[in-house]
């Protein structure tokens, strides 16, 4: 059986991505984050049995993905439009040339665990979508059999009710979907503490490249505690 996994992502480039966490952190900060982010994410997608394929924009800065994620990495573009018609195209072009299952996830959620992944292919054998909730009402994974572009139709993204509406539209459509776990994603600095506190109670793992990352500005000691303050002095 082919799986596709998508990863979507924006560039990391200083003052264009993580910029909701610039309260707290230089724009070049935000962009080293969303880098370890990145990698981190491709990483434990790369231990499913699944091809994997990163969605990025804008399309010029190829070269700069390519020293993030290697040689190896399958990268495409995005299309022009919002959020929900880049994301049915990504779905649509993976499930055009011959795969039988497709999900796609955001590069926001660097905690997320490959038994979720696999939790998520496997229910696709009996829906016909299969979603995951964030905690702030949105949703981080959406994975399909055969397109269904109108399940991204009229969604306002970034607001706290994508997920609801987007379950209510396919109920209204007669599509059969299943759920997957709750989870986080980091957009502010409340999350990234959030992160940080789970991360030193055991109850995530924060992984390798995240975590050095936040070790080198000081978010997080050598013992794994948290350390909150202003940052913006530490930049290397």
Same mark, same amino acid.
């Given at each position: 059986?082919? !799986?596709?996994?998508?990863?979507m992502?924006?560039?990391?480039i200083?003052?264009?991505?993580?910029?909701? *966490?610039?309260?707290?952190?230089?724009?070049?900060q935000?962009?080293m984050?969303?880098?370890c982010?990145?990698?981190?994410?491709?990483?434990?997608a790369?231990?499913?049995?699944?091809?994997?394929y990163?969605y990025?924009?804008p399309e010029?800065?190829?070269?700069?993905?390519?020293?993030? *994620?290697?040689?190896k990495?399958?990268?495409?573009?995005?299309i022009?439009?919002?959020?929900g018609?880049?994301?049915?195209?990504?779905i649509?072009?993976?499930?055009?040339i011959?795969?039988?299952?497709?999900?796609l996830?955001?590069?926001?959620?660097?905690?997320?665990?490959?038994?979720?992944? !696999?939790?998520?292919?496997?229910?696709?054998?009996?829906?016909?979508?299969?979603?995951g909730p964030?905690?702030?009402?949105?949703? +981080?994974?959406?994975?399909?059999?055969?397109p269904?572009?109108?399940?991204?139709?009229?969604?306002? +993204?970034?607001?706290d009710t994508v997920?609801?509406s %987007? *379950?209510?539209?396919?109920?209204?459509?007669?599509?059969?979907?299943? %759920?997957?776990?709750?989870?986080y994603d980091?957009? %502010?600095?409340?999350?990234?503490k959030?992160?940080?506190?789970?991360?030193r109670?055991?109850e995530?793992r924060?992984?390798?490249? %995240?975590?050095?990352f936040?070790?080198?500005?000081?978010?997080?000691?050598?013992?794994?505690?948290?350390? +909150?303050?202003?940052?913006?002095s !530490?930049?290397?």
């Open positions: 059986m082919k !799986n596709a996994l998508i990863l992502t924006r560039v990391p200083p003052g264009k991505t993580k910029t909701r *966490l610039e309260t707290h952190l230089t724009p070049e935000c962009a984050l969303h880098t982010f990145m990698k981190d994410i491709y990483e434990t790369k231990k499913i049995d699944a091809e994997v990163v990025y924009t010029k800065y190829k070269p700069l993905m390519r020293a993030i *994620l290697g040689e990495a399958k990268l495409r573009p995005q022009d439009g919002n959020l018609d880049r994301m049915a195209h990504a649509r072009e993976r499930l055009d011959g795969y039988e299952k497709c999900v996830i955001g590069t926001d959620i660097p905690t997320i665990e490959e038994s979720v992944l !696999n939790k998520a292919f496997n229910a696709l054998d009996s829906s016909q979508v299969v979603i964030t905690l702030d009402g949105g949703y +981080y994974l959406i994975g399909m059999k055969k269904h572009a109108e399940v991204f139709s009229d969604t306002f +993204y970034g607001v997920y609801e %987007t *379950l209510h539209r396919m109920t209204a459509l007669g599509i059969k979907y299943s %759920t997957v776990d709750e989870w980091i957009d %502010t600095y409340f999350d990234l959030y992160m940080i506190d789970m991360g109670k055991k995530c924060i992984p390798i490249y %995240t975590e050095k936040l070790k080198s500005i000081g978010m997080i000691d050598c013992e794994g505690e948290e350390k +909150y303050g202003d940052y913006r !530490n930049i290397e």
